[in-house]
């Protein structure tokens, strides 16, 4: 893992986003981290998914560049574990264009693909737009939306347009859990941890609770979904 080292000229700001680029080419890591940097980006670089990793637990990102072809553990690979735990976005690099690899990256949710060779310009204006759209995310990020139905996170309250759905305190527990992690898995055996929520088949009882109010048909659930093997997901407009 290196941290890039600064030019001689002015600091960037606290505030300015910071990149990780993990890359197994040195000279592209160093090339794309000089010119980032260039453009107001705080960069760190990695050299694989291992060193990725250790950047990740010192430091937090605000986008991640990550190769999907490097020897040992590839960027797909990475991005399947980053995309499980984490909300940090990320973009690709590939050098090859296969509608299937790219499938496979949207899939896994990954924000974005661009394919070496390309214009750094493209590069910065593709990152710049992922960064725009997590702003617009975060946002509204103290609510989450289910068609009809708003969660408002902080005061734990639901609604269904101007109407409040009453919600027992352990279904408030749950969506707020939910909402915070939205589009993420979250495992049952967490649910069962958490002492305000029970048995794990306690947890199936409260989770079909639950979608009777936030689902219009729970049986077919389009919001809280079954995660086969890993547990529930919660998606949002």
Known sequence: MNVLAKPQREALPDDAPHLLIVDDDHKIRDLLARYLYEQGFRVTTAEDASSARAAMRGLSFDIILLDVMMPGESGLDLARELKSTTRVPICMLTARAE????????????????????????????LRNILRRGQDIQGSADEARMGPYTFYIARGELKRDEETIKLTERERDLLRLFAQRRGMPVQRHELANDENTGSERAIDV????????IESDPSNPVYLQTVRGKGYILYTD
């Open 206 to 213: 409260q989770i079909n609770r639950l979608r009777r109010k």
């Open 99 to 126: 509608a299937e690899q790219r499938i496979e990256g949207l899939e896994i949710g990954v924000d974005d693909y661009i394919s070496k060779p390309f214009e750094p310009r493209e590069l910065l204006l593709r």
